[in-house]
C-alpha cells in the first residue's frame, strides 16, 4: 500500500463513528472485520493475549436479537459510541483493541438496559436516567453469582460507560442522538458513585418472597412432567426429519421440518383431555409473535419450537437453582456426559449410599469457578431416596431433561456441556459450529422471561425483580431456619471460603433468624459444657481450663434430676442469661462473651461490650488461643496436626532462607499446636481409662 493509501486507510478509520450506517456497512474495521458485521474481530498484538472478538448480536431483554430491525439504531450509537473511544478518545490515550473487551461488556449492558426502559437516544440519558440505570444495576449485580456482592472496581466500569458518552459527546455535535449535554452524574467520577453504590449493593439482595417462591417453583416443576415428556417425543421426531432431510439433501429444509411441528399435538402422548400448549401451525396465537417483533412465516413453527426449547430450560434451571442452591455460573458449567441409560440423568450426577446404607444420596458434580484461577471438581447433596426405591429428587430430573433435551445438539457444537445455545439465527442449528457455550446471562435472561409469561405472581408482587441470586438466599434460609445447626452445612454446600461469608451475606439482619440461630449456638455452648464436665470428650484452650476449675459450680446450676437433655436445657437457660453463645471455626469453639473476646479487643483495641458474636475481621488461631472464650475439642484434631505438620515445614524453609523473624513465627505456632494436641491426647486418654473403669466396676 502507497503512503497516501495508508494515510488515506488511517483517516478513514479515524472517522468510521461520523458515517452514516450505510456509508459506513461495509467499511473494515479490521484485517478481520466490517463494520456492519455482528462480530468485530481484533488481532491481538500483546504476546499470550487472545483475539479479540466483540459480538454485537446478543439477547436482548423480550428475546429478541440486538441485530433486529427494531434495535438498529440503538445498536448503532453503541458501535459509534465504542469505535470513538478506540480511536479518538476525549479521556486521553487511547486504548489498546486488546482492552475493548470490557469496555464493550459496559456497552452492551447500557444498550439492554435503554432498550428495556424505553430509552432509544444517548440524548435522552439524564442525570435522573443515570440514576434509574445506578438502581439497576444494583439490583442486577446484587443478583449475580457472586455471593459477595459486586465490588465497587467492577461497578465502575458500567456505570463508566454513561461518563464516557458525555465526553465523547463533542465529536458528534452534528447528530444530536448521540449527544449527552450534561454530566450522568453531576461532574463526579464514576469510582466515587460506584463506592457508594456498592454498599448499597451488599444489602440489596433478598430472598425469593414466599408467595413468589410458591408460585414460581410451582410452574417450573409443572414442566417436568407433561411438557418435558412431550418435548422429548417432539425432539426425536424432530430428529429423525432433521436427518432425512440431511441424507436426501433437500432444500426444502424448513418446509419438510415444520410438516413435523405443525402435526404435534401437546397432549402426552394423548393422555391429557386438552393441550398443555397450542399447537406450533403458522397462525396459532402465541406470545413468540410478540417476542419475536417480525416472524419469518415460513419458519415460525421452527422458531416456536426454538423458544419452547428456551422455556423448558429456564424452567429446569430454576428447579435446580431454587432447590439446590448453585450458582448460575455453576449451572452453566455442568456436564453431560453419556447418560447411564436412556432417560436416565446425566453424567454430572452421582448416587452413593448414606453411611447407614437405608439411603441414597444424589450428588451433583460440577465446577466451582469462583475465587478461582481456573476451577474446582466439586459436588452439592441434590437430595436423596430410601435404598431400593425409584423415587428421583426433583432437582435430579430437571438434568436429566437438560440431558435428553439437548442431546441432539451438543455433537454440533463438539461438546458435552449439559447446556449449550443453539446458534444466533431465530431457527435451529444444522450444521457444526452453530452451537456453543450458554451464556450466565442467558440462563438469567430467560428466568425472567419464564416468570413473565408463564406465572401468575400473586397480588402484591406482580412487579417482583426475580433475580438469580435470590433463589440461593432462599435456600439458606429455609435450611438454616429450620434448624440453626445446619448453618455450616449449608457453608460447605455454598462452597464459601468462611462460615463468616454465608452468615453475613445470607442471614442479614433477620431478626426472626438471628433469633433461631442464638438458640442453637446458645443450646450447643450448653452441651459443649456438659460435655466438657461429663467426661465425655476432650477439650483443650483458656475456657477448657476455667470449665474444669469451675466444673463442681456447673454441676450445681445442672443438677442431677432428669435425663441428659433436660439438663442440657437447664443449663442452656443460665447461659441465655449470662447471653453466653457458640460460634464455630475450624480451630475450635468459641464460647463468646464480650467481655473476654480478643477478636473484638485486636480490632478496636479494647472489649465491645455491645457484640454479640466474634469479629470475624479478626477472628484467627493466633487471636482465639489467646482468648478465654475458646473451648477445642477431639474434632479439631486435624486442623491442628495439619498446622504442626505445615509450619514444620514452613519453620525450616525460612531458617535456610535466613528470614529469622518468620522461623520464629512458625516455631511459635509448632508449640502451640503441640501443646494443644499433646493436651487433647492426654486427656482423651485420662477419660477414656475413667470410662474403662467405671464399666468394669
Same mark, same amino acid.
Given at each position: 500500500?502507497?503512503?497516501?493509501a495508508?494515510r488515506?486507510?488511517?483517516?478513514?478509520e479515524?472517522?468510521?463513528?461520523?458515517?452514516t450506517p450505510?456509508d459506513?456497512?461495509?467499511?473494515?474495521?479490521?484485517?478481520?472485520?466490517?463494520?456492519?458485521?455482528?462480530?468485530?474481530?481484533?488481532?491481538?498484538?500483546?504476546a499470550g493475549?487472545?483475539?479479540?472478538?466483540?459480538?454485537?448480536?446478543f439477547?436482548m431483554?423480550?428475546?429478541?436479537?440486538?441485530?433486529?430491525?427494531?434495535?438498529?439504531?440503538?445498536l448503532?450509537?453503541?458501535?459509534?459510541?465504542?469505535?470513538?473511544i478506540?480511536?479518538?478518545?476525549?479521556?486521553g490515550?487511547?486504548?489498546?483493541?486488546?482492552?475493548?473487551?470490557?469496555?464493550?461488556?459496559?456497552?452492551?449492558?447500557?444498550?439492554?438496559?435503554?432498550?428495556?426502559?424505553?430509552?432509544?437516544?444517548?440524548?435522552?440519558?439524564?442525570?435522573d436516567?443515570?440514576?434509574?440505570?445506578?438502581?439497576?444495576l444494583?439490583?442486577e449485580?446484587a443478583?449475580?453469582?457472586?455471593?459477595e456482592?459486586?465490588?465497587?472496581?467492577?461497578?465502575?466500569?458500567?456505570?463508566?460507560v454513561?461518563?464516557?458518552?458525555?465526553?465523547? $459527546?463533542?465529536?458528534?455535535?452534528?447528530?444530536p442522538a448521540?449527544?449527552?449535554?450534561?454530566?450522568?452524574?453531576?461532574?463526579?467520577a464514576?469510582?466515587?458513585?460506584?463506592?457508594?453504590?456498592?454498599?448499597?449493593?451488599?444489602?440489596?439482595?433478598?430472598p425469593?418472597?414466599?408467595?413468589?417462591?410458591t408460585?414460581?417453583m410451582?410452574?417450573a416443576?409443572?414442566?417436568?412432567?407433561?411438557?418435558?415428556?412431550?418435548?422429548?417425543?417432539?425432539?426425536e421426531?424432530?430428529?429423525?426429519a432433521?436427518?432425512?432431510?440431511q441424507?436426501n439433501?433437500?432444500?426444502?429444509?424448513?418446509?419438510?421440518?415444520?410438516?413435523?411441528?405443525?402435526?404435534f399435538?401437546?397432549?402426552?402422548?394423548?393422555?391429557?383431555?386438552r393441550? %398443555?400448549?397450542?399447537?406450533?401451525?403458522?397462525?396459532?396465537?402465541?406470545?413468540?409473535f410478540?417476542k419475536?417483533?417480525?416472524?419469518?412465516?415460513?419458519?415460525?413453527?421452527?422458531?416456536?419450537?426454538?423458544?419452547?426449547?428456551?422455556?423448558?430450560?429456564?424452567?429446569c434451571v430454576?428447579?435446580?437453582?431454587?432447590?439446590?442452591g448453585?450458582?448460575?455460573?455453576?449451572?452453566?458449567g455442568?456436564?453431560?456426559?453419556?447418560?447411564?441409560h436412556?432417560?436416565?440423568?446425566?453424567?454430572?450426577?452421582?448416587?452413593?449410599?448414606?453411611?447407614?446404607?437405608?439411603?441414597?444420596?444424589?450428588?451433583?458434580?460440577?465446577?466451582?469457578?469462583?475465587?478461582?484461577?481456573? %476451577?474446582?471438581?466439586?459436588?452439592w447433596v441434590?437430595?436423596?431416596?430410601?435404598?431400593?426405591t425409584e423415587y428421583?429428587?426433583?432437582?435430579?430430573?430437571?438434568?436429566?431433561?437438560?440431558?435428553?433435551?439437548?442431546?441432539p445438539?451438543?455433537?454440533?457444537?463438539?461438546?458435552?456441556d449439559?447446556?449449550v445455545?443453539l446458534?444466533?439465527?431465530?431457527?435451529?442449528p444444522?450444521s457444526?459450529?452453530?452451537?456453543?457455550?450458554?451464556?450466565?446471562d442467558?440462563?438469567?435472561d430467560?428466568?425472567?422471561?419464564?416468570?413473565?409469561h408463564?406465572?401468575?405472581?400473586?397480588?402484591?408482587?406482580?412487579s417482583w425483580?426475580?433475580?438469580?441470586h435470590? %433463589?440461593?438466599? $432462599?435456600f439458606?434460609l429455609?435450611?438454616?431456619?429450620?434448624?440453626?445447626?445446619l448453618?455450616?452445612?449449608?457453608?460447605?454446600?455454598?462452597?464459601?471460603?468462611s462460615?463468616a461469608?454465608?452468615?453475613?451475606?445470607?442471614?442479614g439482619n433477620?431478626?426472626?433468624?438471628?433469633?433461631?440461630?442464638?438458640d442453637?449456638?446458645?443450646?450447643?455452648?450448653?452441651r459443649?459444657?456438659?460435655e466438657a464436665?461429663?467426661d465425655?470428650?476432650?477439650f483443650?484452650?483458656?475456657m477448657?481450663?476455667?470449665?474444669e476449675?469451675?466444673?463442681?459450680?456447673?454441676?450445681?446450676?445442672?443438677?442431677s434430676?432428669?435425663?441428659?437433655?433436660?439438663?442440657?436445657?437447664?443449663?442452656?437457660?443460665?447461659?441465655?442469661?449470662d447471653?453466653?453463645?457458640?460460634w464455630?471455626?475450624?480451630?475450635?469453639?468459641?464460647?463468646?462473651?464480650a467481655?473476654?473476646?480478643?477478636?473484638?479487643?485486636?480490632?478496636?483495641?479494647?472489649f465491645d461490650?455491645q457484640?454479640?458474636?466474634?469479629?470475624?475481621?479478626?477472628?484467627?488461631?493466633n487471636?482465639?488461643?489467646?482468648?478465654?472464650?475458646?473451648?477445642?475439642?477431639?474434632?479439631?484434631?486435624?486442623?491442628?496436626?495439619?498446622?504442626?505438620a505445615?509450619?514444620i515445614?514452613?519453620?525450616?524453609?525460612?531458617?535456610?532462607?535466613?528470614?529469622?523473624?518468620a522461623?520464629?513465627?512458625?516455631?511459635?505456632?509448632v508449640?502451640?499446636?503441640?501443646?494443644?494436641?499433646r493436651?487433647?491426647?492426654?486427656?482423651?486418654?485420662?477419660?477414656?481409662?475413667?470410662?474403662?473403669?467405671?464399666?468394669?466396676s
Open positions: 500500500m502507497t503512503a497516501m495508508t488515506s486507510a488511517r483517516l478513514t479515524r472517522t468510521l463513528h461520523l458515517l450505510g459506513a456497512a461495509s467499511r473494515p474495521v479490521s484485517d478481520l472485520s466490517l463494520w456492519g458485521e455482528p462480530i468485530w474481530r481484533f488481532k491481538s498484538t500483546t493475549k487472545k483475539d479479540i472478538a466483540l459480538i454485537w448480536s439477547e431483554f423480550d428475546g429478541s436479537m440486538s441485530t433486529d430491525a427494531q434495535w438498529s439504531e440503538l448503532e450509537l453503541g458501535r459509534r459510541l465504542l469505535w470513538s478506540r480511536v479518538d478518545s476525549q479521556r490515550k487511547n486504548p489498546k483493541d486488546t482492552g475493548l473487551g470490557s469496555l464493550f461488556t459496559g456497552v452492551r449492558y447500557l444498550l439492554r438496559w435503554m432498550a428495556l426502559e424505553g430509552y432509544r437516544t444517548f440524548a435522552e440519558l439524564d442525570e436516567a443515570a440514576e434509574e440505570f445506578c438502581d439497576h444494583a439490583r449485580k443478583a449475580s453469582d457472586d455471593d456482592g459486586i465490588t465497587a472496581e467492577t461497578l465502575a466500569r458500567y456505570l463508566d454513561l461518563v464516557r458518552i458525555h465526553e465523547q $459527546s463533542p465529536l458528534f455535535a452534528s447528530d448521540a449527544v449527552m449535554r450534561r454530566h450522568p452524574f453531576g461532574g463526579r464514576a469510582q466515587e458513585v460506584a463506592d457508594e453504590l456498592s454498599r448499597k449493593v451488599a444489602g440489596f439482595i433478598p425469593v418472597p414466599d408467595p413468589v417462591f408460585a414460581v410451582s410452574e416443576l409443572s414442566w417436568l412432567e407433561a411438557p418435558a415428556r412431550d418435548l422429548a417425543r417432539l425432539g421426531q424432530f430428529a429423525s432433521n436427518e432425512r432431510s441424507q439433501r433437500s432444500n426444502s429444509y424448513s418446509y419438510h421440518l415444520n410438516k413435523v411441528l405443525e402435526r399435538r401437546f397432549d402426552d402422548g394423548g393422555s391429557l383431555g393441550p %398443555w400448549h397450542p399447537g406450533l401451525a403458522d397462525g396459532s396465537e402465541t406470545r413468540w410478540v419475536l417483533g417480525t416472524v419469518d412465516r415460513k419458519r415460525a413453527p421452527l422458531q416456536r419450537y426454538r423458544r419452547l426449547i428456551q422455556d423448558l430450560r429456564d424452567a430454576i428447579v435446580v437453582q431454587g432447590l439446590v448453585l450458582r448460575i455460573s455453576e449451572i452453566a455442568l456436564k453431560a456426559g453419556a447418560a447411564h436412556p432417560g436416565a440423568w446425566p453424567s454430572c450426577i452421582e448416587v452413593r449410599p448414606s453411611l447407614s446404607g437405608l439411603n441414597e444420596i444424589f450428588y451433583i458434580k460440577g465446577r466451582l469457578f469462583k475465587q478461582r484461577d481456573q %476451577w474446582d471438581e466439586v459436588e441434590a437430595g436423596s431416596r430410601p435404598a431400593g428421583v429428587p426433583p432437582p435430579v430430573r430437571a438434568l436429566a431433561v437438560l440431558q435428553n433435551l439437548y442431546a445438539w451438543r455433537p454440533l457444537g463438539e461438546t458435552d449439559l447446556i445455545t446458534g444466533q439465527s431465530q431457527g435451529m444444522r457444526n459450529g452453530n452451537v456453543s457455550r450458554i451464556l450466565s442467558s440462563l438469567r430467560g428466568q425472567k422471561e419464564f416468570v413473565r408463564f406465572v401468575n405472581l400473586p397480588a402484591g408482587y406482580q425483580n426475580l433475580t438469580t435470590q %433463589w440461593r438466599k $432462599s439458606c429455609y435450611i438454616v431456619g429450620s434448624d440453626g445447626r448453618l455450616p452445612a449449608v457453608s460447605d454446600h455454598f462452597k464459601h471460603m462460615l461469608m454465608t452468615e453475613q451475606g445470607y442471614l433477620d431478626a426472626a433468624l438471628l433469633g433461631v440461630m442464638n442453637v449456638a446458645t443450646r450447643e455452648a450448653a459443649f459444657l456438659f464436665i461429663n465425655t470428650a476432650a483443650a484452650g483458656k477448657a481450663e476455667k470449665v476449675a469451675q466444673a463442681l459450680q456447673i454441676q450445681a446450676l445442672i443438677g434430676e432428669g435425663t441428659d437433655e433436660q439438663k442440657i436445657e437447664r443449663l442452656a437457660e443460665t447461659l441465655r442469661d447471653d453466653v453463645r457458640v464455630p471455626a475450624d480451630w475450635g469453639k468459641c464460647l463468646f462473651r467481655e473476654t473476646a480478643r477478636c473484638h479487643h485486636q480490632a478496636k483495641g479494647d461490650l457484640a454479640r458474636q466474634p469479629h470475624y475481621g479478626q477472628r484467627q488461631p487471636v482465639c488461643c489467646s482468648c478465654s472464650n475458646l473451648l477445642i475439642s477431639e474434632v479439631h484434631v486435624d486442623f491442628w496436626a495439619k498446622r504442626h505445615d509450619n515445614v514452613l519453620h525450616t524453609e525460612n531458617l535456610a532462607a535466613g528470614d529469622r523473624a522461623a520464629a513465627v512458625a516455631a511459635e505456632r508449640r502451640t499446636s503441640e501443646t494443644i494436641l493436651r487433647l491426647s492426654m486427656i482423651s486418654g485420662t477419660k477414656r481409662n475413667r470410662r474403662e473403669h467405671a464399666a468394669s
